[in-house]
Every structure is written in structure tokens, then in C-alpha cells.
């Protein structure tokens, strides 16, 4: 316990060292002649100057913007209690109440019937509804002080991170040329995974004309067999029907020794069977996996699944963009992908 607690507070250090790097230039702005830099210098390194936006990573991004989120809405209720006591209008007590009809409407919305009775989930529902309310009051009362000028505030968004990648060998569906891609990193053992895929089917039948939609592998270590579930997937592949195999794999999780597998292939009418037994005995496709997992990791996806979305050059199969995490909602797709369609970025 001792060792967790020192290593999250060496976390929590170095996010807070790091944020007030970035913000300690602007802040400085307002009280002197020193102009802030949004890129700011970090050190040197042989006489070179070393930025910010050199070292950044997915990490380092996702623990600034973590830390200017914390640090924002401290800031507003700090700065409204102090104002509380001079200004009558500002009250930060919410006028709203929460209602009977308001809790069961929650429980019914979000089918939590799985996870307990109404009465026993009632006491949580009020406490996460009167904090949503209370974030809302806040942010309106907040909006108020900033227009009378009773609030100046120096934090700013951090800028927008975008990842470089590259397509490599990953199975495209949709159109190949599209400037838009989505890359699926998936586990064929995962259940989050095999959720996913009727809403990956979905976005395809949307934006087939105007997206590419890639899949790479991701097989998790604790996943028995989900390595050689993706060398089949490969070998498949070899004979055109990486689709058919994809499917069944999804749809067969429990069992996929290298026996099983090769019974799976028998349903999807391959030219030589021969050819997919040698490839998935030899495990032919096990630096394919490697590279796929490697890739994956370097762009900061430590689960599954994970995609890579972002602007394609489907000549050089270079990829900008960022990370969506989890088995996310098709309305939550469709909204990153149409502000890539869109260009507005």
C-alpha cells in the first residue's frame, strides 16, 4: 500500500510540475513584460532547445488534460465562495431539487435493473444527479462572474495531440482510398470486442463510400489462444476469406485451440485446406501479430478494443489523428468520424 500511494503521488507530482510548465508563461503575461509561448522550452540538449511539443505523447497529453480539469473546476468553486460573500447573485446553492420521478426515470433510462432494485440504487442515482446539477449551477454562476469581470482566468485547453501511424497490413473494408480511416486493435477472446463489431458493421454501411475501415490485432497476454485465433484470421486471408473467418471467431469466442480453428475453416469453403493448416501449424503470421501489438502500443492502446482514428494517405498509408478507447456508443463514432469528414480540426 506504502509503494502504491509513493508512486501516485510521484504521478500526481509530475502532473502538476508539468501543468504549471505549460500555464506559468501565461500566467506570468498578466503581471509582466514576459509573453506567454504555447510551446514552451524545456532544456537543451547539446545546445538544441528541446519543446514541449517534442516530448509530448499520448500520456503526457491525457495527464495535462486531466490535471487542467481538475484545476478548472477548483478554480470555479474557489472563486465563487470567495465571491459569494460580497455579490448577492451569486448562490451556490441550487434552486433545483431532485425528484422521486426523476431517480426512477434515471433507472428505467439506463436499464439498471441488473445491477439492483430501484431502492437500493436510489441513494447513488440522487448523489450522481445532484452533483450533475450542481456542476451545471456552478458553470452558469461561473459564466456570470466572468461577465461582470469578477473572474479572470489564466488556464487554457491544452492544444489538441494528434498521433502519427501508419495503416501497414491491416484488413480494409469500406472505400480503400478514403482520406478518413477508423483501425480497429481487437482481441478475438474479448467480449468487449465482439460486442463492438455490430456497431463497426453499422458506421461501415454509413460511410462505406467515404471512410476505410482497417483491422489489426491486439490479442491481450491473459487471453489463452487469441494470438493463434489472429494467425488464422491471417491465413485466411491468404486465400481471400479473412471476412468469413473474422465472423465466426467472433461468434465462436469459447474454444479456439488450433484443432478448433481448423474445424472453423472448414465452414467458410477455402481453396486449400492443406495451405491453412500448414500456415496456422507453422504460425506463419506470428510476426504480422507481433508487429500489429507492438504498433499498438506505441500509439498508447493498452486495451481492447482500441482505434486509431484520423486523415489517410492511402498512397503512403501514413495516418494523423487520435485514440477512442473501449466499446464506445455508434453516436460517439459518428461524431468523430464526421468532424475528420468535415475537416475540422
Known amino acids: 500500500m506504502k509503494n502504491l500511494k509513493t508512486k501516485n503521488l510521484y504521478k500526481i507530482t509530475f502532473a502538476v510540475s508539468l501543468f504549471m510548465l505549460m500555464i506559468s508563461s501565461e500566467s506570468m503575461a498578466q503581471t509582466s513584460d514576459v509573453k506567454f509561448h504555447p510551446n514552451p522550452i524545456i532544456g537543451l540538449v547539446d545546445g538544441n532547445p528541446v519543446t514541449f511539443n517534442d516530448i509530448r505523447n499520448k500520456k503526457i497529453h491525457d495527464l495535462s488534460l486531466d490535471l487542467f480539469q481538475h484545476l478548472n473546476m477548483q478554480f470555479i468553486e474557489y472563486s465563487l465562495k470567495k465571491l459569494e460573500t460580497k455579490y448577492p447573485i451569486i448562490n451556490l446553492e441550487p434552486k433545483k431539487k431532485i425528484s422521486l420521478n426523476a431517480i426512477l426515470r434515471f433507472y428505467e433510462q439506463n436499464n439498471l435493473k441488473e445491477r439492483g432494485t430501484l431502492e437500493q440504487l436510489k441513494p447513488q442515482i440522487r448523489q450522481f444527479l445532484e452533483r450533475q446539477i450542481f456542476n451545471q449551477h456552478l458553470l452558469e454562476q461561473y459564466t456570470l462572474a466572468l461577465e461582470n469581470g469578477w473572474i479572470v482566468s489564466h488556464l487554457k485547453t491544452p492544444s489538441k495531440f494528434f498521433l502519427n501511424g501508419n495503416v501497414k497490413t491491416a484488413f480494409i473494408r469500406g472505400n480503400k482510398k478514403a482520406s478518413v480511416i477508423l483501425i480497429e486493435f481487437s482481441d478475438y477472446h474479448c467480449p468487449f470486442c465482439k460486442k463492438i463489431q455490430s456497431t463497426i458493421n453499422k458506421l461501415i454501411e454509413k460511410y462505406s463510400e467515404r471512410v476505410a475501415f482497417g483491422y489489426r490485432h491486439f490479442p491481450l497476454s491473459f487471453h489463452r489462444e487469441a494470438d493463434e485465433a489472429a494467425i488464422a484470421s491471417e ?22 485451440t488450433k484443432s478448433d480453428l481448423k474445424k472453423l475453416a472448414r465452414q467458410i469453403k477455402l481453396k486449400s485446406l492443406k495451405k491453412f493448416d500448414k500456415c496456422l501449424d507453422n504460425e506463419k503470421y506470428r510476426g504480422l501479430i507481433n508487429q500489429d501489438i507492438k504498433d499498438a502500443s506505441e500509439l498508447g492502446i493498452s486495451g481492447t478494443p482500441g482505434f486509431f482514428l484520423g486523415h489517410f494517405d492511402h498512397k503512403s498509408g501514413k495516418i494523423r489523428g487520435e485514440i477512442l478507447s473501449g466499446a464506445l456508443p455508434y453516436n460517439s463514432f459518428k461524431k468523430n468520424i464526421e468532424k475528420y469528414l468535415k475537416n475540422n480540426l
Open 235 to 256: 491465413c485466411a486471408r491468404e486465400q481471400n476469406k479473412f471476412e468469413e473467418m473474422h465472423l465466426l471467431l467472433y461468434s465462436s469466442q469459447k474454444s479456439q
